[in-house]
């Protein structure tokens, strides 16, 4: 089944504990991003990627780093978690840039303490 | 820079009614247009989508959009909602570098 897996889907954490959460695509897209959704703000672009080793920042970068080592993962590191990072985090990829509309993760429901 | 405006936060509509729910854009090119569904604790699901050609577009669970670009718009209808469409709708516009709006809760009443 084509898919994005996040990974975990619940994590309670505390303030600067780093933490990453893993996303991984089977569809082979170039593409895969990252959001933030939180409400009455509807989701964030925090990260995205076009594909192997480039990424670039999306509109709310800070406090967040990425890497894209292989074409499948792109997980999402947070150095040193704060409380303004408790939120919802969905990863997405697509297979082309974009035209076609990204396929979403389940979603990370993170809680910083 | 591109942005996207959804000027119902939340609405309300009787089962079997009809649903039209607004998207207003900001984008400098054709825009690729989006509608996303959002059920509770759930991801989101791609509805529909518009690039280019005929500007109303057919999509999943009977939905229904129309690009008009004079007027920056991609609005999203339904003839009859059923309870099931109960959820939140968000519109997107952008490719790889997508932007959202805030979103619009749909309560279904019956």
């Known amino acids: 089944e084509a898919q994005v897996t996040q990974n975990p889907r619940y994590l309670i954490t505390v303030t600067g504990k780093k933490l990453t959460v893993t996303c991984s695509q089977n569809?082979?897209?170039?593409?895969m991003s990252w959001y933030r959704q939180d409400p009455g703000l509807g989701l964030r672009q925090i990260y995205y990627?076009?594909?192997?080793?480039?990424?670039d920042k999306g509109d709310v970068p800070e406090g967040y780093k990425v890497s894209r080592k292989e074409k499948r993962n792109f997980p999402l590191i947070l150095e040193s978690p704060s409380p303004n990072q408790t939120s919802l985090y969905f990863c997405a990829s697509s297979g082309t840039a974009g035209g076609y509309g990204y396929t979403f993760g389940s979603g990370t429901r993170l809680t910083v303490v | 820079a591109q942005s996207v405006t959804q000027p119902d936060i939340h609405i309300t509509v009787s089962e079997g009614a009809s649903l039209e729910l607004r998207c207003n854009y900001s984008y400098g090119a054709t825009p690729y247009l989006f509608w996303y569904v959002q059920s509770p604790g759930q991801g989101l699901q791609l509805l529909l989508k518009y690039f280019s050609g005929d500007t109303l577009v057919q999509g999943i669970k009977g939905f229904e959009a129309e690009f008009k670009r004079s007027q920056s718009s991609f609005n999203l209808r339904k003839p009859s909602v059923h309870w099931s469409d109960a959820a939140e709708y968000f519109c997107a516009v952008g490719g790889y570098k997508l932007s959202f709006g805030a979103g619009t809760t749909v309560t279904v009443r019956a």
């Open positions: 569809m082979n897209h170039e593409y």
């Open positions: 990627s076009m594909n192997v080793e480039v990424t």
